[in-house]
């Protein structure tokens, strides 16, 4: 998988890599990505991401190799300052889903779409051509196979020949399924989305911008979803103090 692991502009944290990107330096460094025609994958880290990482050796390993890691989350943007290494900016998953959408009917880059339930899934295609005429929907799948199944998802992709992927599966799973099958599938730029698609069809609500830019859209998304997020939440992702305490003792 191509990837600048030795790039300067990133810092580490936690035990993870990040670049210090803004939101269009991000869109510019996908569309050079989309440019190479090799295959590049994404993630974004937040909280969540950094506790399972930590716990997960083998997650951390994709992250810290994927071509292109977004903070999505204030409160590592936020630790980055304190830490001395500080984030120029929170590069949201599902705003940065929603600009490479529209760049992608710009552009004619065909799109697959990878996650969520069947109604879900075609929701979000919908309302993208409704948006964009022009958009290139390559294809598009619900988020549930069975283990057997599994070749035939990666060979229905690799056949789509899509420039972008996104897929809308929970953490770490979609981490894992990229780091397998991106050099097979090809992608020029594939991205996990988690639960983009929920918010694009309106079955889970955005925070209002407020919330957002105070590090309250995680206690938005726990007011809908209380009994899901609740261990997340509040159980583990408070390890996050802990990782952070460390990171400040060892500067």
């Not at 997960?56 to 300052?81: F, H, K, Q, T, Y």
Request: with cysteine.
């Amino acid at each position: 998988m191509s990837n600048p692991v030795n790039d300067p502009g990133r810092i580490t944290m936690m035990g993870c890599q990040m670049d210090n990107l803004t939101m269009e330096e991000t869109l510019q460094r996908v569309e050079s990505f989309i440019a190479s025609g090799k295959p590049h994958q994404h993630v974004v880290v937040n909280v969540d991401k950094l506790v399972k990482a930590d716990r997960d050796p083998e997650l951390r390993r994709i992250i810290n190799e994927c071509a292109l890691i977004n903070v999505d989350g204030m409160p590592v943007v936020w630790a980055s300052r304190l830490l001395g290494k500080p984030i120029k900016e929170r590069v949201a998953g599902v705003d940065l889903f929603d600009s490479l959408m529209g760049r992608a009917a710009e552009r004619q880059w065909r799109v697959y779409l990878l996650g969520a339930r069947e109604e879900v899934v075609a929701g979000v295609k919908a309302v993208y051509e409704q948006r964009f005429p022009n958009l290139i929907v390559a294809g598009y799948r619900n988020g549930y196979w069975k283990p057997e199944e599994e070749a035939g998802v990666v060979d229905a992709i690799s056949a789509a020949k899509a420039d972008l992927l996104f897929v809308a599966i929970s953490s770490p799973k979609k981490e894992h399924f990229l780091g397998r099958y991106q050099e097979q599938m090809k992608i020029p730029f594939a991205m996990g989305v988690g639960g983009t698609f929920d918010v694009v069809v309106g079955r889970v609500q955005r925070a209002p911008l407020w919330m957002q830019r105070n590090g309250l859209e995680w206690f938005y998304r726990f007011l809908q979803e209380p009994r899901r997020m609740f261990r997340r939440y509040f159980i583990d992702d408070m390890a996050f103090i802990g990782l952070f305490l460390k990171e400040w003792i060892r500067r």
